[in-house]
């Protein structure tokens, strides 16, 4: 059975706060990934990793960073949490031209 | 990068009626694209993708039509029943699926 899991299912974070969102994936994918999704703006790519210790940035990076140290996992760091990073963070693995797993999401609060 | 929009953002339709969703991509590179359902609690699941030599793909009752030319790709649900209810993504990607872009969604209710 394939599984992406995030570490945290909720997270309640003050503001200023330096957050790590954990994903770890069981199935050697060479992608990763690292989504927001908001209420009626669908799933927005964060960042993306094709491989270890590489990156890239997708439509929405301000504000986070990632890391990719280990093939199977994958992190989302703020680096200062603010309130606007409230949100479903989801995070998913692939391999080339095959489905996107997702883990089961984390939801973050910041206050 | 691709940009994916996504229509409508809601539909609701009766137990046994059919459900279309429309999306397009602006990106003519792109050459997979998937059909995601996501229910309630949980993460997004694949239910059928489509790659850019097929026109057309169906398994039971879901099929997915591809127009490169029009840079559009449709979901087509038919006797849809309660169970089908949920927020259905589109996504489209090229070059090795690692830059996979989404829709913003459609919640689809189905009244029994």
């Known amino acids: 059975d394939v599984k992406v899991t995030q570490s945290s299912r909720y997270l309640v974070k003050r503001t200023g706060e330096k957050v790590f969102l954990e994903c770890v994936q069981d199935?050697?994918?060479?992608?990763m990934f690292w989504y927001r999704q908001d209420p009626g703006l669908g799933l927005r790519l964060i960042y993306f990793?094709?491989?270890?210790?590489?990156?890239e940035k997708g439509d929405i990076p301000e504000g986070y960073s990632v890391s990719r140290e280990k093939k199977e996992r994958f992190s989302l760091i703020l680096e200062s949490a603010s309130t606007n990073q409230t949100s479903m963070y989801l995070c998913?693995?692939?391999?080339?031209?095959?489905?996107?797993?997702f883990g089961q999401g984390t939801r973050l609060t910041v206050v | 990068g691709e940009n994916v929009e996504q229509h409508p953002s809601t539909l609701s339709v009766q137990e046994g009626d059919s459900a279309v969703i429309k999306c397009t991509y602006s990106d003519s590179a792109s050459n997979y694209f998937p059909w995601y359902k996501q229910e309630l609690g949980k993460g997004p699941q694949l239910i059928i993708d489509?790659?850019?030599?097929?026109g057309e793909k169906k398994d039971q009752r879901i099929a997915v039509t591809l127009n490169k030319t029009a840079k559009h790709f449709s979901l087509h649900i038919t006797e849809t029943q309660p169970e089908d209810s949920a927020v259905y993504f589109c996504a489209a990607s090229m070059r090795n699926n690692n830059d996979m872009r989404f829709g913003a969604g459609t919640r689809l209710t189905v009244k029994p």
């Open positions: 990793s094709y491989d270890v210790k590489m990156k």
């Open positions: 489509i790659r850019s030599n097929v």
């Open positions: 199935m050697d994918h060479e992608n």
């Open positions: 998913a693995s692939t391999r080339f031209e095959q489905e996107a797993f």
